[in-house]
């Protein structure tokens, strides 16, 4: 089953998030829209959010150093009104770092120290680069009106192995939201860009709608191997609001490489993937039935990404996605 989506465009503009000086900082509005994912009952739903939130500040680097953005212009920030415990994010707009984010740890009037989620690139951000501010989705957030002992799975993609077990499970309780043995989870952030396992362990199918911005610019996401000398599992989704093949996508790709990919229509859990794409050097994505460059990547739903053997090779790798909506733009 495919995912549905749809794009509103907006134009009009916004007032000035709290905390800022209408005269002096940039808001834009990105087009918005919606995709819904339906999950059987008593199944696994393979998922990733899609869409942000929209931005609170669009600005461009004037220095960079040591983890701190220095804000072209004089924006006059609120001191720390982007620092809430991980919940807003800088994602980069342009240069060597578009589509990258990192989790702003502070503020002050004119500068943003961020901290990198996973790896750090601070090598490819420099003065000149357009960037945004963008307060993070969380399970309460997303996931509202869920039935009660609904099951969310998040996983180490960092790590080592292939065939992984869940890191940690969120489970939703009617009346209070969202938990883990950890405690409460309602305002834990999602990654962009994060894939999820949805357990829908109710008896009726689930119908679950992402909504928010479509970023319009190209998308980033640093794969991490952690033993070059061993096969890596990444759980990935596409930050777009339409499909995109395969062959579109620069994965920085490997011989040996593959993408598995999970009907998200088929009924049960712990599913095996249903198809297994991959790369070969020169010719691109393949599975047993032939050529699948054209293959088609789906906002709202989560893949594997495995990394093959590669001891010769570099421990960070950076997926680029340019959807044809930005290219023709």
Do not use: C
């Amino acid at each position: 089953m495919k995912s549905k989506f749809l794009i509103f465009s907006l134009s009009a503009a916004l007032a000035a998030p709290l905390g800022l000086n209408a005269g002096d900082v940039s808001v834009a509005t990105d087009p918005v829209g919606y995709v819904t994912i339906e999950i059987p009952a008593n199944s696994d739903g393979l998922i990733s959010v899609p869409l942000s939130q929209s931005s609170e500040f669009v600005g461009t680097i004037n220095a960079f150093s040591s983890g701190t953005i220095s804000v072209e212009g004089d924006p006059d920030f609120t001191e720390d009104v982007f620092y809430d415990n991980g919940h807003h994010f800088v994602v980069f707009a342009s240069g060597d770092a578009e589509g990258l984010y990192a989790t702003i740890n502070g503020n002050e009037s004119d500068e943003i120290d961020i901290l990198f989620h996973s790896h750090d690139f601070s090598d490819l951000i420099s003065p000149g680069d357009s960037f945004k501010v963008v307060k993070a989705h969380t399970f309460g957030s997303v996931f509202t009106d869920i039935p009660d002992g609904v099951q969310i799975l998040l996983f180490n993609s960092d790590s080592t192995g292939i065939n992984k077990s869940s890191s940690t499970v969120v489970t939703n309780f009617e009346d209070f939201g969202w938990f883990s043995g950890s405690g409460e989870e309602n305002d834990s952030a999602i990654f962009p860009g994060e894939g999820l396992i949805l357990r829908n362990n109710t008896s009726t199918s689930l119908s679950v709608t992402f909504q928010g911005a479509v970023e319009m610019n190209s998308q980033g996401q640093v794969l991490f191997h952690e033993n070059l000398s061993s096969r890596q599992d990444v759980r990935f989704g596409l930050r777009t609001g339409a499909p995109v093949e395969v062959g579109e996508i620069d994965f920085n790709a490997v011989e040996g490489d593959q993408i598995l990919i999970f009907s998200n229509s088929t009924s049960g859990t712990n599913k095996s993937s249903s198809l297994i794409l991959t790369y070969f050097d020169g010719f691109g994505w393949f599975s047993g039935s032939g050529d699948e460059n054209d293959f088609q990547l789906e906002p709202g739903v989560s893949y594997i990404y495995r990394l093959a053997p590669n001891p010769e090779g570099n421990a960070e790798r950076v997926i680029r996605v340019s959807p044809n909506y930005i290219t023709q733009n």
